[in-house]
């Protein structure tokens, strides 16, 4: 799949989710996406049902999704988030 992420967006949406969204245990919820904070305590893992995004250290990232529209609908929240919050 294509490199699509635009890092310094990734690291925003994590911000305002984390200050915006609804915190359950160590992870916090805004609009169907979810930040949870890894043990290592450098990585942090940004998903929602169908797509998955790992920020590791050093703005290296890994992006899963289940197909090509799932990871289009991802970003696209991503950003919505980004542009609303």
Known sequence: MKNRLDVRMALRICDKT???GEKAGESYHLHGVTVE?????Y????????SKLLLQFHNRYQLDSEDEQA???FLQRLEWIDQHY
């Open 71 to 73: 990871m289009t609908q």
């Open 18 to 20: 984390t200050r915006y």
């Open 43 to 50: 990585s942090v893992a940004v998903q929602d049902a169908q």
């Open 37 to 41: 904070p890894l043990v290592d305590g």
